[in-house]
C-alpha cells in the first residue's frame, strides 16, 4: 500500500512538471538556444561574452569580429556572419557612459546590441600602450517569432 501510494504522488508531481508540455508518450523537441557561444581566440577586434569577470582573448565568446572578419555569433547552434545595419555612434572618441546602439543584420535574423561604455583609455596616456574600450551591453536576437536577450560583457581593441 505503501509503495501504490509513492506511485500515486510521483505521477502527480511528474503531471505537474509536464503541465503546457506534451501528451505521455510524446518527445518534446526543443529548438536549439537562440544565442550560443563560439569557441575562438582573437588579438585584435570585438569580443562579448557573458561573464563580466573574464579578461583576454579567450573564448567562449557570445559575439565576435576579428579585425579583418565580419562580426559573428552562433545562432541556433550555427556560426552567423552578421552586417552592421545600424549605429547611433557619435562621430566622435566614445567616452564613459556613453550609449551605443548597433543593429545587425544576417537573413531573417536581427541583432541589437545596447551598448554602455564602462572604460576607455585616458586621454594622455603616457605609455600610449592603452588600446582598447570596454563596454556592457543587452544583446537581443530575433529570428521569426524567436526573441533571446541577455547581458554581456566586453570591448574592441587590441
Known amino acids: ?40 581566440t582573437f588579438a585584435c577586434g570585438t569580443g562579448f561574452r557573458t561573464d563580466p569577470k573574464s579578461e583576454g582573448p579567450l573564448p567562449p565568446w557570445v559575439f565576435l569580429e576579428d579585425l579583418d572578419e565580419a562580426p559573428k555569433m552562433k545562432i541556433e547552434g550555427k556560426v552567423v556572419e552578421l552586417k552592421l545595419t545600424s549605429s547611433n555612434e557619435p562621430d566622435r572618441d566614445l567616452r564613459k557612459n556613453d550609449r551605443v546602439t548597433r543593429t545587425y543584420a544576417a537573413g531573417e535574423i536581427k541583432v541589437t546590441m545596447e551598448l554602455r561604455v564602462t572604460f576607455v583609455c585616458p586621454a594622455n596616456d603616457p605609455s600610449e600602450s592603452c588600446e582598447h574600450t570596454e563596454a556592457e551591453a543587452k544583446i537581443t536576437v530575433t529570428r521569426g517569432d524567436r526573441t533571446q536577450s541577455m547581458m554581456i560583457y566586453g570591448g574592441w581593441g587590441c
Open 1 to 40: 500500500m505503501l509503495a501504490l501510494k509513492g506511485f500515486a504522488i510521483l505521477t502527480i508531481l511528474a503531471s505537474l512538471g509536464t503541465q503546457g508540455s506534451v501528451a505521455a508518450g510524446q518527445h518534446e523537441v526543443k529548438a536549439p538556444a537562440l544565442i550560443g557561444t563560439i569557441d575562438e
